[in-house]
């Protein structure tokens, strides 16, 4: 079963805020999305320092409105700096709200070809 995906435009400024979070959500009032796929690029590098909250943060605003959220890109050298991020990575893919993705392929491949 495919599912609406939002995807992010890779230019603009960093997300890292609720109120940030809020917007994406508005942009996709009156498009049926029922993900947002936001590229790495565009997330405050302080997402994947998980001591920071902004990760958790951002994402439970998005997840608060039934909004599922992919993170599509290299996240290697994050992954690199953090066994906790690593944690945090290997169980949101097993779920359905949070996924992190390698590329736009992987993402339409998990999400049922509609990405």
Do not use: C
């Not at 992010?8 to 049926?32: I, K, N, W």
């Not at 998005?62 to 996240?75: K, P, S």
Request: no cysteine.
């Amino acid at each position: 079963m495919s599912i609406v995906v939002h995807h992010v435009p890779a230019d603009g400024p960093l997300l890292r805020t609720e109120a940030d979070a809020t917007d994406l959500l508005g942009s996709t009032y009156g498009t049926g999305a029922e993900m947002i796929a936001i590229p790495v690029g565009r997330l405050d590098p302080d997402f994947f320092d998980l001591s920071t909250k902004v990760a958790g943060l951002f994402t439970q605003k998005l997840l608060n409105y039934r909004m599922r959220v992919a993170i599509v890109g290299d996240i290697t050298p994050y992954l690199a700096r953090s066994t906790a991020l690593r944690d945090y990575v290997l169980e949101s893919n097993r779920g359905r709200q949070l996924w992190f993705v390698a590329d736009d392929r992987e993402l339409s491949d998990r999400s049922g070809g509609a990405a």
